[in-house]
């Protein structure tokens, strides 16, 4: 078990590592060492299909509260492999408000810090990975931040809005673009969210779906192992290449079985 102690020169650097491919969200905390970096927990946005969020069974969920809920799924995961999550709770109920964690005065253990990584991703206002950034704030995790990259921040003079990030959170605008297309452009409305509604999930429930998967996260966020149907396929990727004796008499032996007559 990986414990933060005191001295901060003999404790890791921890990174929330965030990245946002074309399939899922995926969460990470990793420290470096001077062979490589080591993953302690991960988190995918694939999981979240376990907690209600059943709009896509495999992968699929890339927009802002599935960054979030992602986010508080890693977080709480990290509280309890290293019992801290009573400890540090966090917003159990998210409002958007700015939140920092803080060590309590009772509280021994200081908390679990760990600094953002967004990689090759253009830090834009309204980006995606300040979302999963905020799910593992609100989750307990301590993150160095401030919230001017927050959505709504874009008007003059910038001002953070609560209020606006708490509708990114619960997906409320997903909720009224649905409601948008349902009034002006229905046939639209059927093809860009046939997910939607495949899974029974009109644009009242979007928000009721969001709030349920939060409160699942954090009753078990412990990892479920997947069960494989099949074994997965070896690939020999250190296969020996054939040196010129062997390819010259594997060509030999080709030519002969093509010289050879088939029985019609």
């Not at 992968?59 to 709480?76: I, P, V």
Request: hydrophobic fraction near 35%; glycine fraction near 6%; proline fraction near 5%.
């Amino acid at each position: 078990m990986v414990v933060q102690d005191k001295n901060k020169y003999n404790t890791p650097k921890y990174r929330l590592v965030v990245r946002i491919s074309n399939k899922e969200v995926t969460c990470q905390i990793a420290y470096a060492t001077l062979k490589c970096d080591r993953i302690f927990a991960v988190a995918y946005s694939s999981e979240l299909s376990r907690y209600g969020a059943t709009i896509t069974q495999r992968g699929g969920q890339k927009n802002y509260a599935a960054c979030y809920a992602t986010g508080l799924l890693l977080a709480r995961r990290v509280l309890e492999q290293v019992n801290l999550a009573k400890s540090y709770v966090g917003v159990v109920k998210a409002d958007g408000a700015y939140y920092r964690v803080k060590q309590g005065a009772d509280e021994k253990r200081s908390p679990f810090k760990v600094f953002l990584d967004v990689g090759l991703t253009r830090t834009t206002t309204g980006c995606r990975v300040f979302g999963a950034m905020k799910g593992a704030v609100d989750g307990g995790l301590y993150v160095p931040h401030k919230p001017k990259r927050f959505p709504g921040n874009k008007t003059m003079p910038k001002k953070f809005d609560p209020k606006t990030l708490r509708r990114y959170i619960y997906g409320v605008h997903v909720s009224d673009y649905m409601k948008l297309l349902q009034a002006k452009n229905p046939e639209k409305y059927q093809k860009h969210f046939s997910q939607y509604i495949a899974a029974g999930k009109g644009p009242e429930e979007v928000e009721k779906m969001w709030t349920s998967v939060h409160a699942a996260i954090r009753a078990n966020p412990a990892h479920v192992k997947v069960k494989r149907n099949q074994p997965p396929k070896k690939v020999d990727i250190n296969k020996r290449k054939l040196n010129n004796k062997e390819r010259k008499n594997r060509i030999k032996q080709k030519l002969v079985a093509a010289k050879k007559p088939t029985n019609v």
